[in-house]
């Protein structure tokens, strides 16, 4: 998959792929000039995003696999949040963290349910309470193993319905972790600086923030709000409340949506 930038030298459009690291070094096609594109994005919105086009495009079946991919990167993304948060509250310095975090994830960064283990711990540690929305119809365990393992065709109501739980799910431990994203933040930066540290000289660096569906909300918007029934806010479980999450992932799809559409197609607007 992959997305525009723009040339910093004569404006052309040059498609790059997705990097893992989002980090991107180009050579423009028409001009030759070259530049690294630094995507800040984590992960888990870059999977999501990448979920809701091919939802948008009518590839149901492909978007499950990337909203299941968005689900476990975002645990990861929580654990690595919180224990840098709780790093940055004591005497130890964030690069030693940083490593021991990396080192620790080592371990469980071949199979999912362990991270899932170290989710469920992590949230209970900053939130003080069970994370009761960790069950299987919450995460809609057998949806997505009979989608991806076994390969039942869902149709596409079936999908959105997942899309819509998956993104309640994580709009919502977004909602809790406030500001203590910004630790997981830092990270993505640091590495970053360090790649723009080592690039030779005229290599331009252009730093990119896209639209998608969680942006707006990480930057303090209002959240949105379904017209019926009433927000399962507070203590219900996010799974006891379907209409909910579908009315919340709709908003969502009809406010960022085709910023999505665009981004995919045309030249993009450059982010701050
Ligand atoms: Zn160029």
Redesign the pocket.
């Known amino acids: 998959m992959d997305f525009p930038t723009s040339?910093?030298?004569?404006?052309?459009e040059?498609r790059v792929e997705f990097a893992d690291n989002s980090v991107h070094d180009v050579t423009?096609?028409?001009?030759?000039?070259r530049y690294c594109v630094f995507l800040r994005k984590q992960k888990f919105e870059v999977l999501f995003d990448l979920g809701t086009r091919a939802l948008m495009d009518g590839y149901a079946r492909e978007a499950v696999a990337s909203f299941s991919a968005a689900l476990e990167r975002f645990m990861e993304f929580y654990v690595r949040a919180t224990t840098l948060e709780r790093a940055a509250g004591s005497d130890m310095d964030f690069v030693a963290a940083l490593d021991a975090l990396d080192g620790t994830w080592r371990h469980v960064a071949s199979q999912s349910e362990r991270q899932l283990g170290m989710f469920a711990l992590a949230y209970l540690l900053r939130e003080g309470r069970e994370p009761d929305f960790l069950t299987p119809r919450g995460l809609g365990t057998d949806f997505r193993n009979r989608v991806i393992h076994r390969g039942s065709l869902p149709t596409r109501a079936e999908v959105e319905a997942y899309a819509a739980a998956v993104f309640a799910l994580i709009d919502r431990v977004l909602t809790e972790l406030g500001p203590g994203a910004a630790h997981a933040e830092l990270a993505q930066e640091q590495a970053f600086a360090a790649h723009v540290a080592a690039l030779p000289d005229g290599v331009t660096v252009v730093f990119e923030e896209h639209p998608g569906m969680f942006r707006a909300r990480r930057f303090g918007a209002p959240a949105p709000q379904p017209k019926s029934p009433k927000p399962a806010t507070g203590g219900r479980p996010v799974n006891d409340a379907q209409a909910f999450q579908t009315a919340l992932f709709r908003r969502a799809l009809e406010e960022r949506g085709p910023q999505l559409e665009r981004f995919k197609g045309q030249a993009m607007r450059r982010g701050s």
């Open positions: 040339c910093p030298g004569c404006g052309s040059n423009c096609a028409r001009c030759g000039a």
